[in-house]
C-alpha cells in the first residue's frame, strides 16, 4: 500500500506523527526539558519501508534536537557520510555543549533558520559550538540562561554569540529569557542593540519569572530597526509597574503591545433562538422513552471512579450537598421513579451518621432493599450493619473501609442472608473469635467471586467439616491478616476457579496452600518471608508475582536470590512502603537481585517494575543512575524495568570518545553504541 500511494500523499500523512511543534522547540521553561521522554523514537517510522524512508527523511531532519552528547556524535558521523542531509535542518535545537561534533553539525547545516541555544551548560565543552556559530545566519535565534553565574563554557558561548548577533545579516527574532544574571543580560543586550536587522523581541515569561521593564530591555529598545517587543506566553495582566514604565518611555511604548485594559465582555447582541425547534423523542413511545430517560439517569446518579460519594454521604454543616446533586430526581415524578433504582444501587456511606441514615430508610421502605447491588462501608455501628445486612438481600458487592470492622456473628449472619448473591467482599475486618469456629460458614458464599480475609480467628481444620465444594467459583483472593488454620482450610477445598491470590507484606508460611492450589494460579502477590518457600516449583503458570514488604522486612532482599527456572513468569513486582529507597545499605541487596534475573532462569520474563524507580531527565544524571545501569544491564537480557510512572527505560546512544589518529584503522569518525532515541 506505502508504494501505491504518491509521495505527497504519504507526506501528508507521515508529517503530523514526525512534526515538532514550535511551542516545545522554544520551551524555555524549568523543569525537565520536554523533550525528555522514553516513548519510541520517531525514527521508527523510517523503517517501514523505502518509500517511508525517502519521503520521511526530509521531514524527520527538519527539527533537530540535541539533548546529549551521543546524540551530537551520531549526527555529525550522519552528516558526514551524507552531507545532503544536512539541507533539510531547518530547526536545530541544542541543550548543552556537545564537544567538537557541534562544529562538524554546523558546518554542514548552513541552511539553518531556527537556533536554540542553552547557557546551562554544567560540564561540556563547548568549542565546537563556538568555532561552529559564525558559519551559520539564522532567523530566529532562543537563548535559555539561567539567572545565576555561567561556567567557563557557557562564558566562552556567550562571548561567541555576542560577536555573532552583531555580525548575523538575516537575523529578525530574538527570545531573551525574562530572568538572567546581571553580566550576561547586558552582554546580550549590548550585542542586539547592535544587531542589523532585529526586528522581534521575544521576552519568555514564566510563573517564577513574571515580566519586568529592566535596564537591558532599554539597551535592547535603543536598536532602530526593532520594531515589535512581545511577551511569552502573551500576558492578559501585566503589574503596575511595567505598565508605568512602558507608558513613561515613548520608545517602548511604540514597541510594547500592551493589553487592552477595558472590559473583556463582548457587546454582541445574543443569538436569538432557531424558528426550528427539533423534539428528537416526540415519536417515541413510552416505553422507549422510559428506557432512553433511564440510562441518562443511570450516569447521573452512578458513583463513579474516584467520585467522593452520593447522596447519603454526611458532611459538615459547611460542605453539605446542594439539591443539585439530587437535582435530576426533582425534574419530574418519571424522573424520581427512574431514578430511584440508580441512586439505591451503589451508596457510600462514609460515616456513621450515614449508614444509619440509609439503614433506617431501607427498614421505612421495603420497595428499596432491591435495588441495593453494591454497598461502600467506611464506618458503622454493628447494630446498623446488622439492619444494612438484614434489608439487602440482593447485595452482589461489600466493600469496608480501613477502620471498619465485624464480629464473627455478624459475618456469620451475612452470609446467610446475602451469602446466594454476594460476588465481592473485601475491606472488612472481623474479629477473632473467642474459640475455633467451623469453616462450614464459606459454604453459604455459593456466588462469591472475589473474597479478602482479614481476620485471626482460628479454624476447625477437621477435613470432615470443610465441604470440598466451597468457594467453586472464587477467582481472587485476599489475604491480609489470617491464622494459619484458615490456610489449611483452604488447602482441604478445591477451588477450581482461583487465578489470581495476594497476601500481605507480614504474610508467613502457605506452603500446603502452594502445593495444592500453586498450579492453578496466575498471579500471585506474597511476602518476602514467603518467597524462601519453593513458591515459584509449586505455581508452574504463574505470569505475574509480586513481592511485598514493610518497612521492617525491606532489608530482607538480600534474600532473595532466585535459583530455580520457570518457563512462564512474564512480570515481577515490588510493593514496597513509601520510603527513600534504595539507600546505600539497600542498594547492593536490591542490585543482586535484579541482577541476577536473566532469560535463561526466566525465558518468558519480560518486565520488573519498581515503585521507587524514577528515571533521570539530565545527561549528567543518567550517567550517575543506578537505575539506568541496570535496566541496561537486564536489557541485555530483553527485560525491562518499570518507574513509578509505569514507563519503561529505553537505551540511549553512549558517546564513544574518538581515539587519537593512528592507534586504530577504526579511529576515524564516531562509533556509537545502543540504539537512537
Sequence with gaps: MADILPDEILSEILSPALRVPDEAFADTSRGPSVFMNLSESSSAYLLVSKAWLRVATPLLYHVVVLRSKAQAQALAATLKSNPELGRFIKKLRVEGGYASSMYKILKMSTTVTDLFLSLNIVSDNACGLCRGLPLIDPCRVIVDGRHYGLTTSAHKLLETLETCLVNWKRLAVFDIPGVMDHRTAYSISKALAKAPNLNTLTISCHISSPPSVSGHIRLIATNPSLKYIRLNPPSTTLREDVVTAVNKDARLKELFHLPEQSSLLSEEK???????????????????????????????????????????RTYRRAERPSILNIGPLLVSKMFMRLGIPHLYESPILETSLAAASFASRLAEDSSLRHYVRRLKISSCELPIFKSLVLHTPALAELHGGRKFSITWKAFSDLGSVTGSSLLTFQGVA????????????????????????????????????????????????????????????????????????????????????????????????????????????????LTVLGICCDDKTLLMLSELEPSCKHACLQRIIFKLPDVDMPKQTQRAPCSRFLLSLDSIRFPALVEIKHPHCDWPTTESQINKSHWVRWAETLLDHNIHLVGTSGIQWRRRLKYVPQKAPGTSKKAKGSQLEGTSR
Design 270 to 312: 445574543p443569538t436569538p433562538p432557531s424558528e426550528q425547534l427539533t423534539l428528537p423523542l416526540l415519536d417515541a413511545g413510552k416505553i422507549k422513552e422510559e428506557a432512553i430517560w433511564s440510562r441518562v439517569l443511570y450516569y447521573a446518579l452512578q458513583p463513579v471512579p474516584k467520585r467522593t460519594g452520593n447522596v447519603w
Design 430 to 541: 472481623i474479629a477473632k473469635s473467642s474459640e475455633a469456629v467451623s469453616a462450614a460458614v464459606f459454604s453459604q458464599f455459593s456466588c462469591i467471586r472475589s473474597f479478602c480475609w482479614s481476620s485471626t480467628t482460628a479454624f476447625k481444620v477437621a477435613r470432615k467439616s470443610i465441604p470440598a465444594t466451597t468457594f467453586n467459583t472464587l477467582v481472587h483472593l485476599g489475604i491480609k491478616k489470617n491464622d494459619s488454620s484458615f490456610l489449611t482450610v483452604l488447602s482441604h477445598m478445591e477451588l477450581p476457579s482461583l487465578r489470581t491470590t495476594h497476601f500481605s507484606a507480614t504474610s508467613t508460611g502457605g506452603r500446603l496452600f502452594f502445593q495444592r492450589h500453586g498450579s492453578k494460579l496466575q498471579e500471585l502477590t506474597i511476602s518476602v518471608h514467603q518467597l524462601t518457600t519453593s513458591v515459584l516449583h509449586d505455581c508452574p503458570s
